[in-house]
């Protein structure tokens, strides 16, 4: 099924991470996912909104995450390649 131009524009402003979790970390999500009627990867998704919303006022006051993003290279943006680390 192809996908809307909509659909599309929204996938290109997702990023896409990728980790391990402990396996009884995994039981309880898979348990979350189905008493909510939900996919795991929509309950993770929530789960980091929320915790991103809880601590996201912190961050802001400390003063050094202001420079974060404020200068410029000749190279890009070093925090978004995908060949940061060659």
């Known amino acids: 099924m192809r996908k809307s131009k909509s659909e599309l524009k ?10 391990e979790i402990d396996e009884n970390l995994h039981v309880v999500l898979k348990n979350i996912s189905k008493y909510k009627g939900k996919s795991m990867k929509h309950v993770v998704r929530e789960a980091i909104e929320e915790y991103v919303a809880k601590h996201e006022k912190e961050i802001e006051k400390d003063t050094f995450f202001e420079i974060i993003g404020s200068f410029e290279t000749k190279e890009g943006n070093w925090s ?4 940061w680390r060659d």
């Open 10 to 19: 929204h996938l290109r402003h997702l990023k896409y991470i990728q980790t």
């Open 80 to 83: 978004e390649r995908k060949d």
